[in-house]
């Protein structure tokens, strides 16, 4: 069965920093796509970071490129999303994903983000 658990949302000032992990069990992080979503409450998930299938490449959504910093540690099956200079734009619920060998998607329960001005 595949679990992912994320952790290490909170309430930040605007400028400061958190950093998301999102532990797996059931499936290892490193070859098939995995990535950070966001949601704001009544609008479309958005990818925030991504790194596609291969591992050789990171993605970012141009609002937070050169703040937002995606990476995995192999050794504990956990990925992380660093978030410098946070802004309130940045606010809402953060999701990770993996997929598996066949494609197949899978979530986190997500973990709010909450940025004060």
């Known amino acids: 069965q595949v679990q992912l658990v994320e952790s290490g949302g909170g309430l930040v000032q605007a400028g400061g920093s958190l950093r998301l992990s999102c532990a797996a069990s059931?499936?290892?992080?490193?070859?098939?796509?995995m990535g950070w979503y966001r949601q704001v409450r009544g609008k479309q998930r958005e990818l925030v970071a991504g790194i596609p299938s291969g591992g050789t490449r990171t993605n970012y959504a141009d609002s937070v490129k050169g703040r937002f910093t995606i990476s995995v540690d192999a050794s504990k099956n956990t990925m992380y999303l660093q978030m410098n200079s946070l802004k309130p734009e940045d606010s809402g619920v953060y999701y990770c994903f993996s997929n598996d060998e066949a494609s197949r998607t899978y979530w986190g329960q997500g973990t709010q983000v909450t940025v004060s001005s």
């Open positions: 059931g499936i290892s992080f490193g070859f098939n796509a």
